[in-house]
């Protein structure tokens, strides 16, 4: 027993480090990390420099109706020094104007003719500016002449947030927030069936190489060929681990590194805002923050990360072996597809599963069932677990996990015995099937 | 000592072995010899544990064959491969560790065999980078490094170049000197013919010969004579061909047709002056042919 697990334990020291060392790994561990601070980094400093270098555009205002009172911004300035649209196309020729806004007499309850000239193409985002300046006016001229102050309707508008708060078994109470949990459950939901799909398909190609350069005759001349199976899904899982460790420690170091810097330019709220206006519209002000702050204080971070830990590996080693039993069975990779499909469909049903059932509503019995069923429980159940899942579920959750990978790695090793000493001959799902029920 | 008793395998419908025997002596070459498909690398599977035989045992030095087994045991596969992306050294090392060795034997092993093949300075080389001669250096180093007591070689020369096949043949023969047993498995006969001492010869799963060379040439008749006569006399029989004729000499060979060598002789004398006569034993292809014919399995 004790020379078995000696023995698979060259076999995931040879497997790690054949990929560790290998110049791309080093790089794709080093710049993946970098791809997403580096994104943000570009887009702060465009802002960053559009803000600084832009000068103010004055805009030639032609209003007939002499309803409009354009207000101008940081960005735009409006002006009305002349009294007709050829005297105003006339300024933007000459280069005086950036551009002329053009209000016919129009009807307010259906305003058209609006036109706007300009030298140059005019960007979607002054367009958008000159249509929301326009809309507000127009119903601000609608409110009067139904009588309304639109100061009046500014003041009734009121702000209301619902915090949620989530009962435990002692009466104890957290507060919670979906949005939160959504991009909790989406991000690790994510992460593993990726890792899955990404680390499963190396231990297809190792186990391939090992078949069709005909290494793996040696090789279980001096191995069981199942401890050469499992030291290849274990050797290829810590390769991942390590990768995601150190994506994790360059991702966290590197974006506070960034934004650091940046906010010493410019606040951060604003540097942001800069990157994304629209996104911004839809994030809370301060006092919300640090209710966000105040729901993530409240999530238990330890059994999260033990339960993403426990999911991450276990959906990996389950789906691990049927990666290498497909290897096995094959003799190049490109044959490999008519046998991908058991594989792929129940990741596809995880995957699909955690955003149209499971983020939606988690304790639906459809979730339930995603999260119960080993195949799909590792993406499933990381979509319900932030927010709250009982007990019972998640031992047995976890549970058949165990058992899965047990089920999944004994078929697997019948496969893979039989199939890497196969060549020439592409099996069908038959002689699959009768290799999993021969004896020996 | 490797003993096969009664060994059975069959695969589906298809029988690969049929109640094999064999005693495979120590310090010595066995050539298992047979055409494809009879049943030979089937045979080594078994011996090498890789796949499990429906009856019969497999004994070495005694005792069952088990897991410890692996360790005495090298094996060269026919179709021989190494991790092309992966160092020299660091494969060697690899190879000599699933073998069972110790890092610090390990080390040791394969430094030896790097220095007596000369090849010290390829150590961080990748196998991708190395031609296909120093590869199979490679290959037959992976094969021996632990020092097996038995090394099994499935087709040893095929693939090697001339160089490297004599290479091999003289390493072959100083581990058979240090008193390692050597299965040599093969279906080109008259390669193995010099090298063996013993061999055995199989066909459609069963062993229908068995012995030393020796003594399987001396149970098989000779065919033909190889004689040499100073000159012509007389016009040949038509039967007899003449292999070679310069000045002073005539090459002959003679079928023997039911005659005694003596009877051969004496006739030959008629033609003249005899140089030399020498019986041609058949070749180990012609007498597994004529065997296949005399069983009726052909």
Request: aromatic share 10%; proline share 4%; glycine share 8%.
């Amino acid at each position: 027993m004790q020379a078995a697990m000696h023995k698979v334990f060259l076999v995931i020291q040879r497997e790690y480090l054949a990929r560790v060392k290998k110049k791309s790994f080093l790089v794709a561990t080093l710049l993946t990390p970098l791809i997403f601070p580096a994104i943000m980094a570009v887009f702060v400093w465009i802002a960053v420099e559009e803000k600084e270098n832009q000068s103010l555009r004055v805009i030639e205002v032609v209003d007939e109706t002499g309803l409009f009172f354009m207000e101008s911004s940081d960005q735009y300035a409006f002006s009305s020094s002349v009294e007709n649209l050829e005297e105003a196309k006339a300024l933007v020729n000459t280069g005086e104007r950036y551009g002329a806004l053009y209000i016919p007499k129009m009807e307010l309850s259906a305003p058209q003719g609006i036109q706007f000239y300009g030298l140059e193409n005019p960007s979607t985002s002054l367009i958008g500016y000159l249509e929301g300046a326009l809309k507000r006016k127009i119903e601000d001229q609608k409110l009067y002449a139904k009588g309304i102050d639109p100061k009046v309707l500014k003041e009734i508008r009121t702000e209301v947030s619902v915090q949620a708060l989530t009962l435990g078994d002692a009466g104890e109470e957290t507060v919670t927030d979906a949005t939160v949990n959504y991009a909790l459950g989406f991000l690790s939901g994510i992460l593993i069936y990726l890792f899955i799909f990404i680390y499963g398909n190396q231990i297809m190609q190792g186990v391939i190489e090992e078949k069709s350069t005909r290494i793996v005759e040696i090789l279980v001349s001096s191995l069981r060929p199942f401890q050469l199976m499992m030291g290849k899904i274990v050797g290829i899982g810590a390769v991942g681990l390590t990768q995601f460790l150190i994506w994790v420690l360059l991702v966290g170091t590197l974006s506070s590194l960034v934004m650091g810097v940046l906010g010493m330019q410019m606040p951060q709220q604003q540097a942001m805002e800069m990157a994304n206006p629209e996104l911004m519209a839809a994030t809370p002000d301060t006092g919300e923050l640090g209710a966000i702050l105040q729901v993530i204080d409240g999530i238990d971070f330890v059994s999260l990360v033990a339960a993403f830990v426990f999911y991450f590996l276990g959906g990996y080693l389950l789906y691990g072996a049927l990666f290498a039993a497909v290897g096995a069975a094959v003799d190049a990779p490109s044959d490999a597809q008519q046998f991908m499909l058991p594989i792929t469909i129940p990741l596809l049903v995880g995957y699909m599963g955690l955003f149209v059932f499971v983020l939606q509503d988690p304790s639906s019995s459809t979730s339930f069932w995603l999260s119960i069923i080993p195949l799909t429980s590792p993406i499933a159940m990381m979509g319900r677990i932030s927010y709250g899942v009982p007990f019972w579920e998640l031992a047995l959750s976890m549970g058949l996990l165990v058992l899965g990978f047990f089920g999944t790695t004994w078929l697997a090793a019948k496969i893979y015995r039989i199939g890497i000493l196969m060549h020439g001959t592409k099996p069908s799902y038959k002689t699959i099937w009768k290799w999993v029920k021969s004896a020996n | 000592m490797l003993e096969i008793r009664q060994l059975n395998k069959t695969y589906g419908s298809h029988q690969a072995l049929t109640d094999l025997n064999l005693v495979i002596p120590e310090a010595g070459i066995f050539g298992l010899l047979g055409p494809n498909g009879a049943g030979k690398t089937t045979l080594i599977r078994i011996i090498n544990q890789i796949i499990e035989q429906d009856s019969g045992e497999v004994i070495l030095d005694g005792q069952q064959l088990s897991g410890d087994a692996i360790r005495k045991i090298g094996y060269l596969p026919e179709e021989r491969g190494l991790y092309k992306k992966m160092g020299v050294w660091d494969q060697l090392i690899y190879f000599s560790r699933i073998k069972g060795l110790t890092a610090s034997e390990a080390k040791q092993r394969v430094t030896y065999w790097l220095e007596k093949f000369e090849i010290s300075s390829w150590k961080n080389k990748k196998i991708e980078d190395l031609s296909k001669g120093m590869a199979q250096k490679i290959q037959f180093i992976a094969t021996v490094i632990h020092s097996p007591r038995v090394l099994i070689l499935d087709e040893p020369f095929s693939g090697f170049d001339p160089v490297n096949a004599a290479m091999l043949k003289n390493e072959i023969l100083e581990l058979k000197k240090g008193g390692t047993t050597i299965l040599l498995s093969t279906h080109r006969m008259e390669s193995v013919e010099l090298l063996c001492d013993q061999v055995a010869m199989i066909h459609k799963s069963k062993k229908i010969l068995d012995g030393s060379i020796r003594e399987i040439k001396s149970r098989f008749r000779p065919l033909e004579i190889h004689a040499s006569l100073s000159q012509l006399n007389q016009e040949l029989p038509a039967a007899w061909k003449i292999e070679a004729s310069e000045e002073g000499k005539v090459d002959l060979l003679i079928p023997l047709e039911g005659q005694s060598p003596n009877q051969l002789l004496r006739e030959l004398m008629n033609f003249g002056e005899v140089i030399s006569f020498q019986e041609r034993f058949p070749s180990m292809e012609e007498i597994f042919i004529q065997q296949v014919n005399a069983s009726g399995h052909a």
